[in-house]
Structures are given as C-alpha cells and as structure tokens.
C-alpha cells in the first residue's frame, strides 16, 4: 500500500522567505509526527498531531515554525522568514494511533536556506 | 538524551550476518526496544521491536539479553542494499497517549563490502 509522501522533495528558498511543507500520512493513520534532521544528526521532534486532539507543540523551535493537520489528514509545516540555520531535512512520520505504534517515515523534504 | 549506546561504525562482508550491538543500561521495565534504519537521502525505515522475548521479522532479528541491558540487531544476510546507519531506540512512554517521539542518537553506519 501506499506510505508516507511529503512534498516537494527538495526546496531551495531565500533567507527570510516562508516555506510551506506537505506531508500525507498514512491511510487511517490518526498520528501524525514532524520531525527535522540536521546534517549528520539524530532527528530532532517537532511536533505531534493525535486525532483531534490539540496538538504537541513541544519541539517547535521559535515561533517561526507552526503546523495543521486538516481534516485529520494531510499535515503542512510552515517556516515563517526562514533562517539558514532552518536548512535540514524535514521528515515526517504517522503511525496507527499514539503510544507505542510503530512510526512510518516518509522521504523527506531537503529544505535549504540560502 | 538517546538513552542507547552503539558503535560509530562496521563493516561485513557481503552474505555474511550482520550483527549490531547497542547499550541500553538505563532501559525501564516498560520501555521496549526499536530499530529503525536510514540509506542515504532517504526517511528512516521501521526495522524491528521487542521487549523482552527475542523477535524475528522478515528483515531480522532481535536478540535482547535477560536484564534487557543490552541488545543486538542480526541480518542474516547482508547485502550492498544493507548499507544504512542503524538506529537502536528507547522508547520513551510519557504517557499512553502522548507523543511518543523516536530519539534517534548518532546510530551505527554499517557497511557491507562486497
């Protein structure tokens, strides 16, 4: 069946431009993660969608950084005036419910800031 | 704070078994253990888990001592596609619902030589 698909694949953008990054999670999967993963680096949570429940804002950076989930589905990141210091890869994950479900990543989106 | 210590990186031969060691001293009785891993330009892959009791899929095994201290991720056959860094996990429940995030640490880069 079909996984996790984010897009676009790579965005080149401008110092202090937004960013918008898509990401369609699993069919029935209620759990929705962002996460970002610097070079050479361990991924570093974001944020956490979990049915309709108010989100897990926890990871978020600054306040540049804000998220959706619409309709319990599709989930868009946005990078308000990115920085060059925003420059990773943006992944995101869904799993079947929250807890213990194992998380299935999508590809990820190659964000750099020039 | 990845709570899991592995080796920076190894080496197998081609067809032979892989077998990838990772620390997990601090583990709590109701943490279980993840393995997930990353090829190149790629989102992490879901490999295997357990708790306590060894686990095999149809990608590997997972051998985890009796004080759960320590365990170890078996392919049986390696092959140039095997090529990743190999994440071990501790899951960490904050709560039953909550976001469980994956803190991935620095991982295992595992070469298959030819």
């Known amino acids: 069946g079909a996984g996790v698909s984010q897009s676009p694949s790579n965005k080149v953008t401008e110092k202090g431009k937004d960013v918008e990054l898509r990401c369609d999670p699993i069919?029935?999967?209620?759990?929705l993660y962002w996460y970002r993963q610097s070079l050479g680096q361990g991924l570093e949570f974001l944020i956490y969608?979990?049915?309709?429940?108010?989100?897990?804002k926890s990871g978020l950076p600054s306040d540049r950084f804000s998220a959706e989930r619409t309709g319990g589905s599709v989930s868009t990141l946005t990078i308000q005036r990115t920085q060059q210091e925003d420059s990773a890869v943006y992944l995101c994950a869904s799993s079947l419910g929250g807890g213990l479900e194992t998380q299935y990543f999508g590809p990820g989106t190659r964000l750099l800031v020039l | 704070d990845a709570k899991t210590t592995q080796p920076t990186s190894m080496d197998c031969a081609e067809g032979r078994a892989a077998n990838l060691p990772c620390n997990h001293s601090?583990?709590?009785?109701?943490?279980?253990v993840y393995w997930y891993r990353q090829i190149h330009s790629q989102g992490p892959q879901y490999i295997i888990h357990g708790l306590k009791n060894n686990e095999t899929n149809e990608m590997a095994s997972l051998i985890i001592t009796e004080d759960r201290k320590s365990s170890t991720l078996i392919l049986p056959h390696a092959t140039l596609r095997d090529t990743a860094v190999y994440y071990c996990i501790v899951r960490v429940a904050a709560h039953q619902t909550g976001a469980n995030n994956l803190f991935f640490g620095t991982g295992t880069r595992l070469t298959v030589i030819p």
């Open positions: 601090t583990i709590s009785g109701n943490e279980y």
């Open positions: 069919s029935g999967h209620t759990a």
């Open positions: 969608f979990q049915g309709n429940s108010a989100p897990d």
